[in-house]
């Protein structure tokens, strides 16, 4: 048997090691869990003013295997910080022959980590860090940094397997009044094998986490840390947005109700290397690069209106390059889906109300300085399915509007200056209507050539843009057009489009009247080209084919048009902005607009006018025609040319010219109107001249040349068979006297063929050509009216005299052959104006008939006492004496006799011989005799009747007046007498003209 040592056992050196080994075994069993527990927790509650437990910690000094179980972290106020139900970590010694630290595992089961951020920004798990410790004196505090020393080099380490099993990650976010946002990984477990800081030595590593049944993120590859040099697989799969709408919240204004966001990607990570240019220290690239988002749905706040509904965004096949800065893929696609936007009654589109203003802060160079431009290149994006409603809000009725793409595609996509991608796109518009597009578009800068082609867009949805202004449906009507849009092609910024259009079967309603109003079959536009700055637009062509349009004025001079106006009256600001806009537009120049041709075809009018005393109507059909250099800025003049009928059988043509940029300076203006019924026209001739038409054809040729605001007008008039009916009461009537202007305006075919020239100054604002017109034309009628018979005169080569009066000789009714001559032309006259009547009129003077009468009948009785014809001086006082002392008596004829007797007594014989003296009495004789002659009172209305007779007889009279006699019906005694006053040609009796 063996005997134990002899001796001093403190000397013996099994003594101590077996003292050492037992020193160890308790020491490692008993005292390290003791002091790793208690000083744990002393620094986490002394140190870190923390609260911590820890229910157990196991040691094996033999495996060097430490072992925590159930370690609690929490804040004073029992907030979990994070929490392990089980630490464990197995160091392996052998580590010491490869100089570096190695442990075969290290293991955390069922770690909860609980992450809070407050209001203020401070994280709980800053907490868990040592307090700063301050320098011990000021001249410590104040000593100058040392130079920035060389990076640490990573200590030896070999980490075997590290695990973590079955983790929890929780996140809490404090937002100042609302709900705190929170964040939860569940199950997560990861798994790294071999990871080592020795060169050229690395290992594998396997994470995966669920935070829901349903959204997983897992990580697999390989790591080294010496040099560092990563790669694997990263996949994350069905990440519900909603939770990043909820984070987010606070700066946006919508909700992301639904959605799931997936990621999938190989990558590397590695040290940069030392020969790139950039010199980053860490290179990273990603390939084979797939997001996908399912089933976006992004709603407004309140009310709760869908924004966006998209089936799936997929970017596939991408690559990142960094620091190279370059992303590659191979498409893009938004798939499926819809896209609500509208503008707000303030005129905002609410695309740029989704994120909450923020306060604006100055950015330095240096922030704003975003380095070099990363290289993005998309070989294709794709939309298809994608429906575009937008609603317009801004309009008293709002307008809604859709865009549904089929398919649009562009690329290759590259931000490389002067890069071109291809554009094909087509879409349908508003249901109906269809757009194909073709062409290139850039970034850098901005440019588009595109071929636009549209087909049957509808022009109804678009109606409530033209009742901001028009009380006016849109029944029908579709837009065509092959057009060009080219921006920034030879000059950034510059928009031009060209091409054609043609609205076709335009139909509208008039809402206001409640009836049609303008239609037409098409509309088209032949080589349109449209700038935007400088602003311009020139056309080759616009053929409009089969118009209709009525035109109307209603009660109070109300046109149709002003009638379906609408009138908004602004206010405030708008009122404003309108005064500005106006104030603007009036500075500037006149846009330039051109059209080289203006086709009419078999267009109809139909023109309505109620604002007369009888409702007049007409249509204008089958118009045909052009305009030729419609311009606003040029020097050419217009010309246009337009042909229609009118009513059934009325022809009328137009021919004009001049500057539309400045009529007065230059206009010339031909009208021809042919076979009109002016029969329609009785409406107007109530209302201005106070006559109905009842038959008639009316013909017209007008010539008016403006030139320097000076006109000069020519107004050929043919009124066939003009036929005045009932006269009308209307205040606006000219006081005229028509039927006798009409009467003598008519030839001896029933015919009025006039010329009516007019001249005006259009420079004074107060002159119209209008005005001018009527006021020739009034002007003409009064005189006529005034001097009928000198018109009447006017019918004739030679001085037909003055025809308006008969004269005759003081007391008799008989006719003289210069007044027969002048009854001839009067005669005449009236044979060429057959709905003229010839008043005649009785006249008398009084005083000098009566005179004459007397004398007559002296003169009668004288011849009785005269059988000589030429009978001597003694022969005439021998007649007189005796009808003296017959008229008289002897007694007074003795009186007369001694008086001159007396008279002849006291003549100077010298002056005055014996028959002077005999003369004067029998003149004395004479005159006392012919004023006692009686003539009757009934006998000078008599003597005017007379002389009417003879006027009336003589143009009734073939055998007096020839063939060419006027019937009675023709002519009208006057049953007054006129009294007149004897000029030295006689008694003019005088005649008035009338119609039937």
């Known amino acids: 048997m063996r005997l134990l040592p002899t001796g001093n056992p403190l000397k013996s050196f099994r003594f101590w090691l077996i003292f050492l080994l037992i020193s160890y075994t308790l020491a490692g069993f008993f005292l390290v869990p003791y002091l790793v527990k208690t000083q744990l927790v002393n620094y986490v509650e002394g140190e870190l003013d923390q609260r911590a437990s820890l229910e157990a910690v196991r040691f094996n000094p033999f495996l060097l295997r430490l072992q925590l179980d159930n ?131 690395g290992g594998e590593y396997h994470i995966k986490a669920h935070i829901s049944d349903q959204e997983t993120l897992a990580f697999d590859g390989s790591i080294q840390l010496a040099p560092l040099d990563v790669a694997g697989h990263v996949a994350l799969a069905n990440l519900q947005l909603g939770r990043a709408g909820d984070y987010m ?128 290149q998309l070989e294709q994006f794709l939309i298809k399915q994608v429906e575009l409603n937008f609603e317009d809000r801004s309009l008293n009725r709002p307008a809604q509007q859709t865009i549904a793409i089929t398919e649009l595609a562009i690329g290759p996509v590259t931000l490389e200056p002067e890069a071109e991608f291809d554009l094909t796109g087509s879409i349908t518009i508003n249901n109906t209507g269809s757009a194909t597009i073709n062409g290139k578009v850039g970034a850098l800068p901005p440019m588009a050539t595109l071929a636009i082609a549209l087909r049957d867009t509808p022009l109804a949805p678009f109606e409530n843009y033209v009742q901001e202004s028009l009380q006016l449906s849109i029944i029908g009507g579709t837009l065509d057009g092959d057009l060009q849009l080219d921006y920034g092609e030879s000059i950034p910024g510059m928009l ?70 609408v009138n908004h009256e602004p206010t405030g600001a708008a009122k404003q902005a309108d005064t500005d806009l106006r104030s603007s537009a009036a500075a500037d120049t006149i846009f330039p607009v051109s059209i080289d041709e203006f086709l009419f075809v078999d267009g109809t009018m139909i023109y309505k006018d109620s604002n007369l005393p009888l409702d007049f109507a007409t249509r204008i059909h089958k118009l045909n025609g052009q305009t030729k250099n419609i311009s606003t800025t040029s020097t050419t003049p217009m010309q246009l040319t337009l042909k229609g009928r009118i009513d059934r059988h009325g022809l009328a043509s137009i021919r ?142 030679d001085d037909t005299g003055d025809l308006q009066s008969v004269t005759f000789a003081a007391g008799t009714a008989e006719l003289s052959v210069v007044e027969t001559e002048q009854l001839g032309h009067l005669l005449d006259g009236l044979v060429q104006k057959p709905t003229l009547v010839l008043e005649i009129n009785g006249c008398l003077d009084p005083e000098a008939d009566r005179l004459a009468m007397k004398t007559t009948q002296f003169t009668t009785a004288y011849q009785t006492k005269v059988d000589d014809d030429s009978p001597s001086l003694k022969q005439q006082g021998k007649a007189l004496k005796a009808l003296y002392i017959e008229k008289f008596s002897k007694e007074k004829f003795n009186q007369l006799k001694d008086s001159f007797k007396q008279q002849v007594a006291d003549a100077d014989p010298a002056t005055q011989s014996k028959d002077e003296l005999a003369l004067r009495l029998n003149q004395d004789i004479r005159e006392q005799l012919i004023e006692a002659e009686q003539v009757s009172n009934q006998a000078l209305p008599e003597l005017a009747m007379q002389r009417a007779n003879a006027v009336y007889q003589w143009l009734t009279s073939a055998t007096l007046a020839g063939d060419e006699a006027l019937p009675a019906s023709r002519l009208q005694l006057m049953p007054s007498v006129e009294e007149v006053v004897e000029s030295p040609i006689g008694i003019a009796c005088p005649l008035a003209l009338t119609v039937h």
Not at 499 to 527: C, H, M, N, Y
């Open 656 to 797: 004009a010219k001049t500057l539309l940029s400045s009529p007065q300076k230059f206009t010339e203006l031909d009208l021809e109107f042919q076979n009109i019924d002016i029969a329609s026209a009785t409406p107007y001739s109530g209302k201005f001249a106070g006559h109905a038409i009842d038959s008639g054809d009316l013909s017209l040729d007008i010539s008016y040349r403006i030139n320097e605001g000076i006109m000069k007008g020519d107004n050929h008039i043919l009124l066939e068979k003009l036929t005045l009916g009932e006269k009308i009461d209307s205040d606006d009537a000219a006081s005229l006297p028509l039927r006798l202007a009409v009467g003598l305006l008519k030839d001896i075919n029933g015919n009025i063929d006039l010329d009516l020239p007019v001249e005006g100054d259009l420079n004074n604002p107060e002159v119209h050509i209008g005005g001018i017109v009527w006021k020739a034309f009034t002007g003409l009628i009064v005189k006529i009216v005034a001097s009928p018979f000198k018109m009447l005169g006017g019918l004739f080569a």
């Open 496 to 565: 031009k489009l060209s091409g054609g259009l043609a609205i076709d079967s335009l139909d509208t309603f008039d809402l206001a009247d409640e009836r049609p109003w303008i239609k037409w079959q098409q509309l088209a536009v032949t080589e349109l080209d449209y700038t935007l700055e400088p602003g311009s637009v020139s056309i080759k062509k616009v053929e409009l084919l089969k118009p209709d349009v009525t035109f109307a004025v209603y009660k109070g001079g109300e046109t149709r048009l002003s009638r379906m106006q």
């Open 71 to 201: 370690l609690h972290v929490e804040e004073p106020d029992q907030a979990p910080l994070f929490s392990i139900a089980q630490l464990s970590v197995d160091f392996d010694s052998f580590g010491v022959f490869r100089r570096a630290w190695r442990f075969n595992d290290i293991v955390l089961t069922e770690l909860d980590v609980f992450v809070e951020l407050d209001t203020e920004g401070h994280l709980n798990l800053a907490q868990l860090t040592p307090p700063a410790t301050e320098p011990a004196d000021q001249s410590v505090a104040e000593t100058p940094a040392e130079p920035e020393a060389s990076p640490i080099a990573l200590p030896r380490l070999i980490l075997e397997n590290i695990e973590f099993n079955n983790a929890h990650f929780h996140y809490r976010e404090q937002t100042a009044g609302a709900e705190p946002f929170n964040l939860q990984l569940n199950d997560i477990n990861l798994q790294l094998g071999h990871i080592s800081t020795l060169p050229v030595d």
């Open 249 to 376: 919240r606070d700066l946006l204004e919508f909700t992301v109700t639904d959605g799931t966001l997936s990621i999938s990607t190989d990558f590397t990570l590695n040290a940069g290397n030392e020969n790139d240019p950039a010199g980053a220290a860490i290179a990273v690239k990603a390939e084979n690069i797939a997001i996908t988002i399912d089933q976006l749905q992004l709603d407004t706040l309140a009310p709760v209106t869908s924004l966006i509904a998209i089936s799936t965004i997929a970017l596939n096949n991408g690559q990142l390059a960094w620091p190279a800065q370059r992303v590659i893929a191979d498409s893009l696609i938004i798939e499926q889906g819809s896209l609500q936007s509208w503008l707000t009654s303030e005129n905002v589109f609410n695309y740029t109300q989704l994120v909450k203003p923020s306060p604006q802060t100055a950015t330095t160079d240096e922030e704003s300085d975003g380095g070099e431009p990363w290289s993005i």
